[in-house]
T-cell receptor, first 109, second 115 residues
């Protein structure tokens, strides 16, 4: 079983739609969680950090459920520019990030 | 503020050759990390420096890989001799703080192809 699991997608949504991704992690001792965005052949870019129950930044909301060991990312009012791969990342042992394989989002006009 | 930079952006070498990758972290970031993504797999941790000291090298695949960070500024990752399975994208990241709440910022990566 992978340490961080994500639905690979792709999620194909129209502009303006709301879309949600889930991610589960296996190690209950994990302390901090992140969503990174990665465009094709580019580096991962930090989108949101999730330290407590959740975090909101504009159209993006991340929620953490420690009891069920999952993290979600909600994107409202999707834009064409939101098309990317979204990586769920867990900080398990202080400095070592553990990455999920990513969820592909395609927003279409 | 300049981000993390990496050089070269691409490298194509033959099996058995040596390659050295370089990473310049964000100015002031004492923490520097190397990660790797091989084809079809997740990004995986290789090692972590705090200044010039290796804090965690548990992800280094074998002794063909040598990372250094002399002077606590830029870092190099040498692969010698390179094997076919070393092909992938090597990312460097840096962070201001360490610990569970550190936010790591990634460089553009070096795409290594071993033929």
């Amino acid at each position: 079983r992978k340490e961080v699991e994500q639905d690979p997608g792709p999620f194909n949504v129209p502009e303006g739609a709301t879309v949600a991704f889930n991610c589960t992690y296996s190690n209950s001792a994990s302390q901090s969680f992140f969503w990174y965005r990665q465009d094709c052949r580019k580096e991962p870019k930090l989108l949101m950090s999730v330290y407590s129950s959740g975090n909101e930044d504009g159209r993006f909301t991340a929620q953490l459920n420690r009891a069920s060991q999952y993290i979600s990312l909600l994107i409202r009012d999707s834009k064409l520019s939101d098309s990317a791969t979204y990586l769920c990342v867990v900080n398990k042992y202080g400095n070592k990030l553990v990455f999920g394989a990513g969820t592909i989002l395609r927003v279409k006009s | 503020e300049a981000g993390v930079t990496q050089f070269p952006s691409h490298s194509v070498i033959e099996k058995g050759q040596t390659v050295t990758l370089r990473c310049d972290p964000i100015s002031g970031h004492d923490n520097l990390y190397w990660y790797r993504r091989v084809m079809g797999k997740e990004i995986k941790f290789l090692l972590h420096f705090v200044k010039e000291s290796k804090q965690d090298e548990s992800g280094m695949p074998n002794n063909r890989f040598l990372a250094e960070r002399t002077g606590g500024t830029y870092s190099t990752l040498k692969v010698q001799p390179a094997e076919l399975e070393d092909s992938g994208v090597y990312f460097c990241a840096s962070s201001l703080t360490s610990g569970i709440y550190n936010e790591q910022f990634f460089g553009p990566g070096t795409r290594l192809t071993v033929l």
